[in-house]
T-cell receptor, first 113, second 113 residues
């Protein structure tokens, strides 16, 4: 199993550009999450999904969109990049929310200039 | 809203020393608490998960305790090694926050050979 994979590893965007951060898991997990981690801060939940076709907002959803068309994939979309979105983005998944651990991807480092 | 605090923010100890990391949370109505390890530039790796009905969990040299009523958890690391150097984060999943996990800002641990 590859676990949770994320692409790209690093990206520089100009203000106003769009991009999609990819996340894929091969563990057949229903629950998937997107977090952002700012320097010196903990992780904050952006969006999550409890299964294909179902998504919901987390603590900091503004400026982002997600979709979940398959169990494996959970892409995060930035429509109009802003400097405040400079961060490290982590995708995670779990088989049983609240009772099992979350597995994290290696992260995507995004710089918006 | 749940607030998670970790003290100290940074800790440096000589190899072989036993140490304790602290995590506190403001809302005691939680499903579980998890401790994670994060190496520089990497994702998070789960160390221990404690359900709300449990008092402690152990894995090798690690022991995590949970006192839900006082909103506190500790991670005890025995006989520390240089390979333990990393940032340690705790996260709680609350009963009234649905699928939201709230993370602390972490404790950066350095074990000196």
């Amino acid at each position: 199993n590859a676990g949770v994979t994320q692409t790209p590893k690093f990206r520089i965007l100009k203000i106003g550009q769009s991009m999609t951060l990819q996340c894929t898991q091969d563990m057949n997990h229903n629950y998937m999450y997107w977090y952002r981690q700012d320097p010196g801060m903990g992780l904050k939940l952006i969006y999550y999904s409890v299964g294909a076709g179902i998504t919901d907002k987390g603590e900091v959803p503004n400026g982002y969109n997600v979709s979940r068309s398959t169990t494996e994939d959970f892409p995060l979309r930035l429509e109009l990049a802003a400097p405040s979105q400079t961060s490290v983005y982590f995708c995670a998944s779990t088989i049983l929310q609240g009772e099992e651990t979350q597995y994290f991807g290696p992260g995507t480092r995004l710089l918006v200039l | 809203k749940q607030e998670v605090t970790q003290i100290p923010a940074a800790l440096s100890v000589p190899e072989g020393e036993n140490l304790v990391l602290n995590c506190s949370f403001t809302d005691s109505a939680i499903y579980n608490l998890q401790w994670f390890r994060q190496d520089p530039g990497k994702g998070l790796t789960s160390l221990l998960l404690i359900q709300s009905s449990q008092r402690e969990q152990t894995s090798g040299r690690l022991n995590a305790s949970l006192d839900k009523s006082s909103g506190r958890s500790t991670l005890y690391i025995a006989a520390s090694q240089p390979g333990d150097s990393a940032t340690y984060l705790c996260a709680v999943n609350g009963q009234d926050t649905g699928n939201q996990f709230y993370f602390g800002t972490g404790t950066s641990l350095t074990v000196i050979p």
